[in-house]
Structures are given as C-alpha cells and as structure tokens.
C-alpha cells in the first residue's frame, strides 16, 4: 500500500513539472502580465423569498374571514382559521362564541380602505421574512350586527371607522393575522 501511494505522489510530481515546462524544455514560468480589464466582485445578497405584500392580502382576506363568521352567526369558522392564527384566532373564535350564544347575525361588509406594510420582521438567515406589522383604515358603516329581535347591536355613538395595526405572521405557507398591534377610533 505505502509503495503504491509513493509512486502516485511520483507521478503527480511528474505531471506538474512537466505541465510548468513551456516548449523549451526551461521550469521557469512565462512571466506574469496583469490583466487591463477590472473585474468586479459580486456578493449575492439575500432576497426576501416571501413577499411581504402577501401580507396586506391576507389582512384583507382576514377581514372578509370576519364577516363570512359574523353573517353566519358564529357558525362558520373556516375562513377565520385559515386568514388568522395565535392570539388573533382565539379573540375571533371568542367573538364567534358569543354570535352563537346570543344568536346575534350581521348583514353587510367591512370595508378595507385602504393598507399598507408598516414594518417588517427582521429577515431570517436566508432573506425571508415572515413577520409584518399592516397597517389599515376599515370601514364597518355596512356590517351591521343584530340580535335575534332584529335590533342593530352597536351603540349609535360607535365609531364606524378604525386604523387598525395588525402583526401578520407567515406560518404553514401563508400569511396570517396573529396579534393586534392597536385599533383606533379614525378616518379613512
């Protein structure tokens, strides 16, 4: 074994003299010309793999979620669980409970007048991030909820518009409403 790995090393040696001699038969090498032309080096950076624009869809789609829950009078959940997660799942699933027991309905719409990203997580190893903070103004003057008699449940003073901050979460391959930042009384 030791002799065959000697001569292997041999002939390796063997090849790169031979490779360092130039037509001559000489082992010194050409001599070195730098090049003229520049050659820049280029870092890849990372990219975010998940857009977060998703995340103002979602909180679109989040708010849709509320109102197929409301209009069926706590009954349909589906939505709710697949546009909602952690805290923000269970206050909905809360409210959801409490439109079944008290047999409230809602007719009617919110409407997102407007969102936007206002921050994002910070990007994980690979560039992606999957936290966002979506800013919005909804407007609920079209959803209105009542209870069994028929009666609007919001008091007349509530306000009808909010600015809400939402923390959005990108989990098992969509974009999520988690927890609420902060909703206020607002115009849009």
């Known amino acids: 074994m030791r002799r065959q790995l000697t001569?292997?090393?041999?002939?390796?040696?063997?090849?790169?003299?031979a490779a360092a001699c130039d037509s001559s038969g000489s082992a010194t090498p050409p001599p070195f010309t730098p090049s003229t032309a520049q050659t820049t080096a280029t870092t890849p950076t990372a990219t975010p793999t998940i857009a977060p624009d998703g995340a103002v869809e979602a909180y679109r789609q989040f708010i849709a979620a509320t109102d197929v829950m409301a209009r069926s009078g706590g009954e349909d959940v589906t939505e709710l669980r697949k546009w909602a997660s952690g805290t923000m799942l269970g206050a909905e699933?809360?409210?959801?409970?409490?439109?079944?027991?008290?047999?409230?309905?809602?007719?009617?719409?919110?409407?997102?007048?407007?969102?936007?990203?206002?921050?994002l997580g910070t990007p994980g190893p690979n560039g992606e991030v999957n936290e966002a903070v979506v800013e919005a103004c909804v407007d609920s003057s079209q959803a209105i909820a009542s209870g069994p008699d028929g009666k609007p449940i919001r008091p007349a003073n509530a306000p009808t518009q909010l600015v809400d901050r939402m923390k959005m979460v990108y989990a098992s391959g969509a974009w999520k409403a988690n927890f609420p930042q902060s909703r206020k009384a607002g115009k849009c």
């Open 7 to 17: 001569a292997t090393v041999t002939a390796a040696t063997l090849v790169l003299a």
């Open 93 to 119: 699933l809360n409210q959801a409970a409490t439109f079944k027991g008290r047999k409230w309905r809602s007719v009617g719409e919110q409407k997102v007048v407007w969102a936007k990203v206002l921050t």
